[in-house]
């Protein structure tokens, strides 16, 4: 799995960004969102049951994450069709605002080490990208246990400070003086 230091790998997918058909599909690429921070998070599959727990919690913290010039991108092995059938399936899904990238070729995900070796689908993995493309932070969680969007908030707000963050530092807070 590519780790904190790593440059985010090149990829060029289809995004759904909505409901409706005649425009809910968009290219999406490393250029989209140039000069931009990213929070990219990747779940196994739609249609199943820990996913849109966090793809509704991600957007209700979308504001928050657009305020400090960061773009959400969610990510998983799902078609675009697919992908649109889960967004018009469920009012709470059809509201999501950011882009739901789709890896059905796995391209991406395997660039990124997070293909589940055993089912082939992406692993519950979150990655914090620069505007310079640098992984900054990376996490997997266990395919049953959904991730918090506020931590990922609070380490996004942690390294944009460009300073060092004790435990549990949250923005506001003092940061770290070296003496």
Not at 66 to 75: A, E, K, N, P, S
Not at 105 to 121: F, M, T, W, Y
Request: net charge negative; aromatic share 10%.
């Amino acid at each position: 799995m590519l780790t904190v230091g790593n440059q985010f790998p090149t990829f060029s997918l289809t995004a759904v960004t909505g409901t409706d058909q005649a425009k809910a599909f968009s290219p999406v690429d490393n250029s989209t969102y140039d000069g931009k921070w990213l929070v990219v998070f990747a779940w196994p599959k739609d249609f199943t049951f820990v996913c849109p727990t966090e793809i509704v919690g991600f957007n209700a913290v979308e504001g928050e994450f657009r305020d400090r010039d960061t773009q959400i991108l969610g990510l998983s092995i799902d078609s675009d069709f697919v992908h649109l059938a889960w967004r018009q399936s469920r009012e709470d899904l059809g509201k999501v605002v950011f882009p739901w990238l789709s890896d059905v070729k796995r391209e991406l995900s395997n660039a990124l080490g997070i293909l589940d070796a055993n089912d082939g689908v992406a692993l519950r993995a979150t990655f914090i990208v620069d505007p310079q493309g640098t992984i900054r932070f990376a996490s997997v969680n266990d395919m049953s246990v959904g991730r918090n969007p506020q931590e990922v908030l609070r380490v996004l707000d942690a390294l944009q400070t460009d300073e060092l963050c004790p435990c549990n530092w949250q923005k506001g807070n003092q940061t770290l003086n070296v003496a």
